[in-house]
């Protein structure tokens, strides 16, 4: 098992950027396909980008693409979020998510199905 732990998060205003955190303990991190999702109220939880266990494989949703970058660092068990040009509508509660993915070094996921661990969420909000 992996236990998941988001930090982060905050409130800043339209344009602004914040870097969001998941630490990752228990099982090795470098094991583990990761993600990010986020859910606002009243909204099903959606994907928003994905990273495969070789770093340089990224996914993203088409919302954020060119804003957002995702990335790891195996060596400090974390995977990050840097989120750029934040808007009204990236206001969220941000999720972290692993799958083990041992057998392939460049499979991601995009679903929340896909995933078996979670954090508990960090808050992400964003003033106009």
């Not at 955190?21 to 928003?48: D, H, L, N």
């Not at 070789?54 to 693409?65: E, F, G, L, M, R």
């Amino acid at each position: 098992q992996v236990q998941l732990v988001e930090s982060g998060g905050g409130l800043v205003q339209t344009g602004g950027s914040l870097r969001l955190s998941c630490a990752a303990s228990g099982r090795t991190f470098s094991s583990y396909s990761m993600g990010w999702f986020r859910q606002a109220p009243g909204k099903e939880r959606e994907f928003v980008a994905a990273i495969a266990r070789n770093s340089a494989i990224t996914y993203y949703a088409d919302s954020v693409k060119g804003r957002f970058t995702i990335s790891r660092d195996n060596a400090k068990n974390t995977l990050y979020l840097q989120m750029n040009s934040l808007m009204p509508e990236d206001t969220a509660v941000y999720y972290c998510a692993a799958r083990d993915a041992h057998y392939s070094g460049t499979v991601y996921y995009t679903t929340t199905s896909q995933y078996s661990y979670w954090g508990r969420g960090t808050q992400v909000t964003v003033s106009s």
